[in-house]
């Protein structure tokens, strides 16, 4: 059973707008977040993640939302550029615990 | 910072074979470290969490006289795939973490193919 689901397989933006990735997930004691970024034959990159305590978290172009409420995340990427290209995943864990339960990815294609 | 080195990135052997992936955190001490396997088309799924000086502890499902684990010091990691078949042909990721609440950071995988 997927606890952590993007449904959008991939995205498409112009170089400059905002790309906003979804999120969301089915276990309300998940209280930790974190978005990941992955390029072809790498590891994923810690990107941003956001505590259950709070509702947003931001770091230069990328900013995370959290909805308790509707256990929806997503990160807002903005002025989106070409080398944010890349398939990004979300994550999500309990406190305490150790595992990680990720999303199936959204590969985010900045078209230049 | 945060850097994870995986090492073999790529496996191809015989069926049979016993394979040895190692995972170092490379500025950072990593009291636990991770392995996760991926099939195609599917999400990252946790095989076993590690920590410094003590015993891998498996998921359900995980056969451990299969997939051994060693963490012998806090920037090695290594997951020994024993007795490897065709079946055990997959995408192996670990990560790494400096102490609970923070994020972990993933080596780049070993894509390991047994014939």
């Known amino acids: 059973d997927q606890q952590v689901k993007q449904n959008s397989p991939s995205l498409s933006v112009q170089e400059g707008r905002i790309s906003i990735l979804n999120c969301d997930y089915t276990?309300?004691?998940?209280?930790?977040f974190l978005w990941y970024k992955k390029y072809p034959a790498e590891g994923p990159t810690f990107l941003i993640s956001?505590?259950?305590?709070?509702d947003k978290n931001e770091d230069g172009r990328f900013t995370v939302f959290l909805n308790k409420s509707a256990k929806h995340l997503s990160l807002h990427i903005v002025p989106s550029q070409p080398g944010d290209s890349a398939v990004y995943f979300c994550?999500?864990?309990?406190?305490?615990?150790?595992?990680?339960?990720f999303g199936t990815g959204t590969r985010l294609t900045v078209i230049p | 910072g945060a850097v994870v080195s995986q090492h073999p990135s790529w496996v191809i052997c015989k069926s049979g074979t016993s394979v040895k992936i190692e995972c170092r955190s490379l500025d950072f001490q990593a009291t636990t470290m991770f392995w996760y396997r991926q099939f195609p088309k599917q999400s990252l799924m946790l095989m076993a969490t590690s920590n410094e000086g003590s015993k891998a502890t498996y998921e359900q499902g995980v056969e451990k006289d299969k997939f051994l684990i060693n963490h012998a010091s806090l920037t090695l990691s290594t997951l020994t795939v024993t007795s490897a078949h065709p079946e055990d042909s997959s995408f192996y990721i670990c990560s790494a973490r400096a102490n609970r609440g923070q994020p972990q950071h993933f080596g780049d995988g070993t894509r390991l193919s047994i014939l």
């Open positions: 994550a999500a864990s309990l406190s305490g615990a150790n595992n990680l339960f």
């Open positions: 956001i505590s259950s305590i709070k």
């Open positions: 276990n309300s004691m998940f209280d930790y």
